[in-house]
């Protein structure tokens, strides 16, 4: 019983002081830091929730961004054209998610590898294409203005207010992993027809990840959205789903912890090779193929390894 224990003391102590070092860590470093770790924070959330659509359930979506990307246009939009306060864009942009989520879970519910991917990919290109083209709606290349939630707020209660949405959703998707619907979204990854022989309502289950994911997404975009204040279709590109992708298999596909390593893990790289100019993206990929050919299950499996060491000789 207590060596059954140990895991649990040192899980909790371990999450208690990344915590507490989370909460003191802005008060020690200088602005634009701050700033990176919001930002590091927002794709936390989003490699998160899409490592629980596809990672743990095996829906290869390549329209997750746009989801974010839509929750910050339907609260922008509504302001900016009729006057409405924040509030009411935030319920704009989570209704709109949702049902669209729901919407394309429907009509995509019969596909899965690359054929999901690719519809997605079309679905996002179209919303891309769509919001450039009603640019005297969207204001689209020149960007839409969105209000700050809170002009008053200095960078360190942004980062709070980041670090909050963080938590909350994490311990959220966490749940789910742990609780009986991780369990069916794993029977669908692993065999979808056995799933379903063994009772799991598999078309109930894909649109609840779908819809589940996608408003999750399409929440933190409404906040990011009013952080940065402008939003253009850019947002929407490939290379914004690529990223998200790249942070969850860097850090580890299907695992809780992967997301959480490798989002914060690619952030920092970037900004780090940002001053190269063009060959930023040369040494960023090649930093990430090589750890990717060290550890092919990604950072987690590293960690994971230690942390079973660490326990065995405790």
């Given at each position: 019983?207590q060596?059954e224990?140990k895991?649990?003391?040192?899980?909790?102590?371990?999450?208690?002081?990344?915590?507490?070092?989370?909460?003191?860590?802005?008060?020690?470093?200088?602005e634009y830091?701050?700033h990176?770790?919001?930002?590091?924070?927002?794709?936390?959330?989003?490699?998160s929730s899409w490592?629980l659509?596809?990672?743990?359930?095996g829906?290869?979506?390549?329209?997750?961004?746009t989801?974010?990307a839509l929750?910050?246009?339907?609260?922008?939009?509504?302001?900016?054209?009729?006057?409405?306060p924040?509030?009411?864009?935030?319920?704009?942009?989570?209704?709109?998610t949702?049902?669209?989520?729901?919407?394309?879970?429907?009509?995509l519910?019969?596909?899965k590898g690359?054929?999901?991917?690719?519809?997605?990919?079309?679905?996002?290109?179209?919303?891309?294409?769509?919001?450039?083209a009603?640019?005297k709606?969207t204001?689209?290349?020149?960007?839409?203005?969105l209000p700050?939630l809170f002009?008053?707020?200095?960078?360190?209660?942004?980062y709070?207010l980041?670090?909050t949405l963080?938590?909350?959703?994490?311990?959220?998707i966490?749940?789910?992993i742990?609780?009986?619907i991780?369990?069916?979204?794993?029977?669908i990854?692993?065999d979808?027809?056995?799933?379903?022989a063994?009772?799991?309502?598999?078309?109930?289950w894909k649109l609840f990840v779908?819809v589940?994911?996608?408003?999750?997404?399409g929440?933190?975009?409404?906040?990011?959205g009013?952080?940065?204040?402008?939003?253009?279709?850019?947002i929407?590109s490939f290379n914004?789903?690529?990223?998200?992708?790249?942070?969850?298999?860097?850090?580890?596909?299907?695992?809780?912890?992967?997301?959480?390593?490798?989002?914060?893990a690619?952030v920092?790289?970037?900004?780090l090779t940002r001053?190269?100019?063009a060959w930023?993206?040369?040494?960023?990929?090649?930093i990430?193929?090589?750890?990717?050919?060290?550890?092919r299950?990604?950072?987690?499996?590293f960690?994971?390894?230690g942390?079973?060491?660490?326990?065995?000789h405790?």
């Amino acid at each position: 019983m207590q060596f059954e224990r140990k895991p649990l003391i040192i899980n909790f102590s371990m999450t208690a002081l990344t915590i507490g070092c989370l909460i003191l860590l802005p008060f020690w470093l200088k602005e634009y830091w701050i700033h990176v770790m919001i930002i590091a924070m927002y794709y936390i959330v989003m490699a998160s929730s899409w490592n629980l659509l596809s990672g743990y359930t095996g829906q290869f979506s390549l329209a997750h961004q746009t989801f974010a990307a839509l929750g910050g246009y339907a609260s922008g939009l509504i302001i900016h054209h009729t006057g409405v306060p924040i509030w009411v864009g935030f319920l704009t942009a989570l209704i709109t998610t949702a049902s669209i989520g729901l919407l394309l879970g429907v009509l995509l519910l019969r596909m899965k590898g690359i054929y999901l991917a690719v519809a997605t990919w079309a679905f996002s290109e179209s919303c891309r294409l769509t919001i450039a083209a009603l640019y005297k709606i969207t204001r689209g290349e020149q960007g839409l203005s969105l209000p700050p939630l809170f002009p008053s707020l200095t960078p360190i209660k942004y980062y709070f207010l980041f670090l909050t949405l963080m938590l909350g959703f994490l311990l959220l998707i966490y749940l789910v992993i742990k609780s009986p619907i991780g369990s069916f979204l794993r029977a669908i990854k692993d065999d979808e027809l056995a799933a379903r022989a063994m009772g799991v309502d598999t078309v109930k289950w894909k649109l609840f990840v779908m819809v589940f994911a996608s408003t999750i997404a399409g929440v933190m975009g409404f906040f990011y959205g009013h952080y940065i204040v402008i939003l253009s279709p850019v947002i929407l590109s490939f290379n914004e789903i690529g990223k998200i992708v790249i942070m969850v298999v860097f850090g580890g596909l299907g695992t809780f912890i992967g997301p959480l390593i490798g989002a914060p893990a690619i952030v920092i790289l970037s900004e780090l090779t940002r001053d190269y100019g063009a060959w930023n993206m040369v040494f960023y990929s090649l930093i990430v193929i090589v750890i990717m050919r060290i550890y092919r299950e990604g950072l987690s499996a590293f960690l994971i390894k230690g942390y079973k060491a660490l326990l065995s000789h405790s």
